[in-house]
């Protein structure tokens, strides 16, 4: 089995080259470990909501089955960031490429699509998003909360950090809907 | 409930939730039909902590501690791949001396962690003789944590940009002689798990995960090289040391020349992990550099470092239950914006869906212990049938499965 493999330069210049003006930036790091000067590279790149989708099946196109992580996710003020960490290249001693991908989320229309259906293992990541921060993933299979209790208030999210943010609820957990 | 035919009636039984010592709590909802499950539904959460929460509201050293806490087994990889993450988002340099320290502790609490496991799961199976004899062997490996660190559970051997305390050359036979009574007991251990006949029995063909499975829920560590997946972060991103180390992935093929995916493999993988891990510390020992072990010595300059900084790194690590993944955003304040901490169970959870379909209760025990989570999650089971509940607590459970045992032998 002969892969092609691509330089993480060649990978972020495949990125530009198929989504242009959508990839906001992106920049590449380079990470040397141990007395041999192991290298290893972690991606990362900022890009708009609509073609998460798409970059998912550019991913796709360079592993067949993209390592999907977790998906992380904070408050900026303004904007909620979702970032998705990937990473292709497994199972070739040293090859592995992270590769983060970030979205910003206005406040105002915090939703974004699931990418579920092309990666079934996201399914808890996308889940635990929607009840921390609030958005809304588009076409969810599995509606439901994870993590959180189903008596915990239905508007306030805990790692919001505005008036949706937890607040004073946090220290009086116990009097929730009782 | 679900009734298709007469003769044909399904069972709800939820499993769990589960003790609050996990660090991901977790409760089935199976669907059974007689003896064998159709279906299954898993529901996480119940005894959340808001970890991550509770990190944002602390400086970088004070989460350390709180990372450490996590989880008991894996109370090294949590504060360790916090601190990948933080010394990526903060530019440190860790120096090449501690980069060894790092593999030398990794790899012990493998061994801590799979010979553990290999006792739970002899008990799942209800052989306790295996439990006491692997345990007794598992004390020597926390004696080690404990001469290396000074502590046993929770190691306090993390610090950003390096470790907190050396190996030096006058430790090296107390290692060496712990590496010598593993590797004497290894062939005990191998011919128990592997040779013995009702082991086989119970395990081959039991909760199979198929290689595509694995590849789609992305599962992580021992549970998905035994499907055949080569994922193993210490080969695939050699950080720390590992670049310099002679190893490879750990697939069941190795033995047994055949990937099945089963309960078998996966014993199979761990076994051959610990002696791995053997090896692996004795390579450190012998090629490790002379060096710093911590690249900024004084807390308050590390802090004020920290405390400009403002980036953002990911920590990932080969956890002894698979990769362990950190997420850090820090923004040049006291305490980090956002900390996600992501456990290898949390990936390793949908994959038990297709393990567990089509076996029977009696296999819930060791298929769900073979991933290697908390088997406390069976502490409260009931069987909900038509409206009425009856409780089958752990110990039912346990008996059931000791019981199919013995109708085996």
């Known amino acids: 089995m002969t892969k092609n493999i691509l330089s993480p330069e060649e990978i972020v210049q495949s990125f530009k080259d198929e989504f242009k003006t959508k990839i906001v930036n992106s920049r590449i790091e380079k990470h040397i470990r141990g007395l041999k000067k192991t290298e290893f590279f972690h991606i990362w790149i900022r890009t708009d909501r609509s073609i998460i989708k798409d970059l998912v099946k550019h991913l796709i196109k360079l592993e067949k089955y993209p390592h999907f992580a977790v998906s992380s996710g904070y408050d900026m003020g303004e904007k909620i960031e979702i970032v998705y960490h990937f990473s292709i290249y497994y199972g070739l001693k040293g090859k592995e490429v992270n590769i983060n991908i970030t979205v910003d989320l206005p406040k105002s229309d915090p939703t974004i699509d699931t990418i579920t259906d092309l990666i079934p293992g996201a399914l808890i990541s996308e889940q635990e998003k929607q009840e921390m921060l609030g958005i809304k993933v588009n076409n969810i299979p599995k509606d439901s909360r994870v993590f959180i209790s189903e008596d915990y208030p239905e508007d306030t999210f805990p790692w919001r950090k505005d008036e949706k943010g937890p607040g004073e609820t946090i220290r009086n957990l116990h009097e929730v809907k009782k | ?409």
């Not at chain 2, 004084?298 to 470092?305: E, M, Q, T, Y």
């Open chain 2, 1 to 409: 409930m679900n009734t298709k035919l007469a003769n044909k009636i399904t069972y709800q039984i939820p499993v769990g939730p589960i003790h609050p010592a996990l660090k991901e709590p977790v409760q089935f909802e199976f669907e059974i039909e007689g003896e064998k499950i159709i279906n299954v539904d898993v529901s996480l959460g119940h005894v959340h902590r808001s970890v991550e929460w509770a990190g944002t509201r602390r400086n970088p050293i004070q989460i350390l501690y709180l990372a450490e806490r996590i989880c008991g087994i894996c109370s090294y990889c949590h504060p360790m791949a916090f601190s990948l993450a933080t010394e990526r988002a903060a530019e440190i340099e860790v120096p090449e001396r501690a980069q060894y320290i790092r593999v030398i502790h990794q790899e012990l609490e493998r061994i801590c962690s799979h010979i553990l496991w290999a006792g739970v799961a002899a008990h799942e199976i209800g052989f306790d003789s295996v439990l006491f004899l692997t345990w007794q062997i598992r004390e020597k490996a926390l004696d080690l944590t404990e001469y290396l660190t000074g502590n046993r559970v929770t190691k306090g051997i993390t610090m950003i940009g390096g470790v907190r305390r050396d190996i030096t050359k006058d430790m090296y036979p107390t290692i060496l002689e712990g590496m010598k009574y593993f590797k004497d007991n290894f062939e005990k251990i191998r011919k128990i798990f592997l040779d013995d006949k009702t082991f086989k029995l119970r395990s081959q063909g039991c909760g199979i995960l198929t290689k595509e499975d694995a590849l789609k829920l992305c599962a992580v560590g021992p549970t998905t090289r035994a499907s055949g997946v080569k994922k193993d972060v210490r080969v695939d991103q050699p950080y720390f040391a590992f670049g310099d180390l002679d190893f490879d992935y750990i697939t069941p093929d190795l033995i047994t020349g055949e990937i099945n995916g089963d309960v078998y493999d996966r014993i199979i993988v761990r076994l051959l992990e610990v002696k791995e891990s053997i090896d692996l510390i004795e390579q450190c020992l012998d090629k490790m550099p002379s060096g710093d072990i911590v690249s900024e010595k004084k807390i308050a300059k590390l802090l004020s470092i920290l405390k400009k900084a403002d980036g953002e790194g990911i920590g990932r690590m080969e956890a002894p239950r698979g990769e362990v993944f950190h997420y850090v955003k820090l923004n040049g304040n006291e305490s980090p914006h956002h900390w996600k901490v992501r456990a290898p169970t949390y990936s390793n959870i949908l994959p038990w869906i297709p393990m567990l379909k089509g076996n029977q209760i009696a296999d819930i025990p060791i298929v769900a212990a073979s991933t290697d989570p908390c088997m406390s999650c069976t502490n409260r089971v009931a069987i909900i049938d038509n409206g009425k509940k009856y409780q089958l607590d752990k110990q039912k459970l346990y008996e059931l499965s000791v019981e199919k045992t013995r109708r085996l032998m």
